[in-house]
């Protein structure tokens, strides 16, 4: 009896073209979908927020002194 002949290369199954396209379709609709949530949800691009410094009090007046108001001529006579 002669030995049966034993293929060196398993056996794949080949896939149906509709198939592979509906993989491509789908994976590529989910990449699609990923970025546009990414580029919607993604925070503004404001500048950094600097901190106001605190008003610096104008030339304060010694105390018990009022200090003439501004812009309004004074006439003496």
Known sequence: MSANKVSRTPYRAGRDRREVITAVVVAVAIVVC?????????PADDPPATPIPPPTPAASAPAGTTPAPTGVPTTSG
Not at 34 to 42: K, P, Q, Y
Request: charged share 0%; hydrophobic share 90%; net charge neutral.
């Open 34 to 42: 990923t970025a546009l949530a990414v580029w919607i949800l993604a």
